[in-house]
């Protein structure tokens, strides 16, 4: 993954100094896990149209499940309980449904959705906020309608913090959740502030997510970068600096945009901070697509942020390899969601798995342990479990062209080897019911609705559909 790294300092718009990539690859443990550990998982639990999870307090799990959410009690991670799933959630007799993020702080809870643009006036478009204070009963206690999808969110206290992606628009929406009326204090866009990025498809500058940590926000905006914002004061956001794989210019010059929203460079799609804030990782959902180099999957870039206004990038980690890593019909490989915490990176990899690594220098990451079964899994996340001595790992159905059943497992926060892992490479009996070569589906044109990441749900208008959605997938190739 050597690349040259493009640094932007305070509110300047533009990508600015160009300075040499000083990355270095992961390499795995040296000494190797001590002989006769074999790294497997300690538990697992289905849950049909599984996606996001995160960890609560008291080691409580939270899943987003497409038709609604899952809690899931992983204080003994070898035996992984649900608690409660709620489906079929109604709001002023609208469905909330494809539900694949939510996010929790203390006894609140947030699902959002939809994930992808809707066109069906049947739908709620923004939250639902619950009381979990007793995870196995979660009250709701209100809503906030946004009027536009709601791709990823994160919770911080009082402060709610919304994605909102139109074809005119990529901005950061805060709302006050704290009392009986949920009100919105706070935005941030992107073409506000670089008015350029509007010659680009609206899926190459896509505001992908977002990360929250001591007044500080993380914004990977794909292919227009990451993004770190001071919000101590909501309605006064500023940029800090700004990190890019790739430029505005180069961007512009694309034949077909599909390059840029699929391939490398670029492809910010999660970026978050370890537990001090001196070291950013920012993980690039990438494919091959046939076109100019790199043509792989994205893997994470490590970065130095202790100098929050001078990102230094130090490292990398690369994506597992497989003989197709193109999006239709390939082997996903490349990087999705992960969790820094104590110097180590927790990373899932679709369908190569989950990964540990020891990031405590970040110039030379060292993979501790990785465990893969990409016949039956494909991971959406990695998220640290209480202490820190297990994580949790949602294994998602949303990947075309398979037959992955949803699911939560566990895994041992410890160095280890898979034993007689098995082969990224693709055997027949990998595939679902379609051929890939013969899908009808088709990648985004200009007026595509479908954000990166996923497919479109024009049409979506029940919580059935939204499984169906799910499945049907297997045969799309947009994403």
């Given amino acids: 993954m050597k690349r040259r790294v493009f640094l932007t300092k305070g509110g300047v718009a533009g990508l600015g100094l160009s300075l040499p990539s000083m990355a270095v690859t992961s390499r795995s443990t040296a000494a190797g896990p001590q002989q006769g550990n074999s790294y497997e998982p300690l538990g697992q639990v289905p849950i049909t149209g599984a996606a996001e999870a995160v960890v609560g307090d008291e080691e409580i799990a939270y899943v987003a499940a497409t038709t609604g959410f899952a809690v899931v009690d992983v204080s003994d991670p070898a035996d992984p309980t649900i608690l409660a799933e709620e489906r079929d959630i109604a709001i002023d007799g609208a469905s909330l449904t494809q539900i694949l993020d939510l996010t929790v702080d203390g006894d609140r809870l947030i699902v959002a959705g939809p994930a992808e643009t809707a066109r069906s006036s049947d739908l709620y478009l923004g939250v639902r906020r619950y009381d979990v204070s007793d995870p196995e009963r979660p009250v709701p206690t209100g809503a906030y309608e946004t009027g536009y999808h709601i791709h990823n969110c994160y919770l911080e206290g009082d402060r709610l913090f919304l994605v909102e992606n139109t074809q005119q628009d990529n901005r950061l929406v805060i709302v006050d959740i704290g009392g009986d009326e949920i009100t919105q204090i706070g935005d941030w866009s992107l073409l506000d502030h670089e008015p350029g990025w509007r010659d680009v498809h609206w899926l190459g500058r896509y505001l992908h997510d977002v990360f929250v940590q001591d007044g500080t926000a993380y914004l990977p905006c794909w292919n227009a970068g990451t993004y770190v914002l001071d919000i101590s004061e909501p309605a006064d956001l500023s940029v800090v600096s700004h990190i890019a794989d790739t430029t505005l210019e180069a961007q512009r010059e694309l034949d077909d945009f599909r390059d840029g929203v699929y391939g490398l460079p670029g492809n910010d799609h999660y970026a978050a901070v370890d537990d001090s804030g001196d070291l950013l990782a920012v993980g690039r959902e990438a494919w091959a697509t046939?076109?100019?180099?790199?043509?792989?999957?994205?893997?994470?870039?490590?970065?130095?942020?202790?100098?929050?206004?001078?990102?230094?990038?130090?490292?990398?980690?690369?994506?597992?390899?497989?003989?197709?890593?193109?999006?239709?019909?390939?082997?996903?490989?490349?990087?999705?969601?992960?969790?820094?915490?104590?110097?180590?990176?927790?990373?899932?990899?679709?369908?190569?798995?989950?990964?540990?690594?020891?990031?405590?220098?970040?110039?030379?990451?060292?993979?501790?342990?990785?465990?893969?079964?990409?016949?039956?899994?494909?991971?959406?996340?990695?998220?640290?479990?209480?202490?820190?001595?297990?994580?949790?790992?949602?294994?998602?159905?949303?990947?075309?062209?398979?037959?992955?059943?949803?699911?939560?497992?566990?895994?041992?926060?410890?160095?280890?080897?898979?034993?007689?892992?098995?082969?990224?490479?693709?055997?027949?009996?990998?595939?679902?019911?379609?051929?890939?070569?013969?899908?009808?589906?088709?990648?985004?044109?200009?007026?595509?609705?479908?954000?990166?990441?996923?497919?479109?749900?024009?049409?979506?208008?029940?919580?059935?559909?939204?499984?169906?959605?799910?499945?049907?997938?297997?045969?799309?190739?947009?994403?």
Avoid: K, M
């Fill in 290 to 479: 046939g076109g100019a180099a790199p043509d792989h999957p994205g893997g994470i870039d490590l970065y130095d942020v202790r100098d929050l206004t001078d990102p230094v990038h130090r490292g990398s980690i690369d994506a597992p390899r497989t003989v197709d890593e193109s999006y239709r019909g390939g082997t996903w490989t490349t990087a999705h969601n992960f969790e820094l915490r104590d110097d180590r990176l927790y990373s899932a990899w679709y369908r190569a798995g989950v990964q540990i690594h020891d990031v405590s220098d970040p110039t030379d990451p060292e993979r501790l342990a990785w465990w893969r079964d990409p016949a039956e899994t494909g991971f959406w996340t990695a998220r640290v479990v209480g202490p820190g001595e297990a994580f949790i790992a949602s294994s998602t159905e949303a990947i075309p062209n398979t037959s992955l059943e949803g699911a939560l497992y566990t895994f041992p926060a410890e160095a280890g080897e898979q034993t007689d892992p098995p082969s990224l490479q693709p055997p027949a009996e990998w595939l679902g019911e379609d051929d890939p070569n013969e899908t009808s589906g088709t990648e985004p044109d200009a007026g595509s609705d479908s954000s990166p990441g996923f497919t479109g749900v024009a049409g979506l208008v029940s919580g059935g559909v939204a499984l169906e959605w799910l499945r049907r997938r297997r045969g799309n190739v947009q994403d």
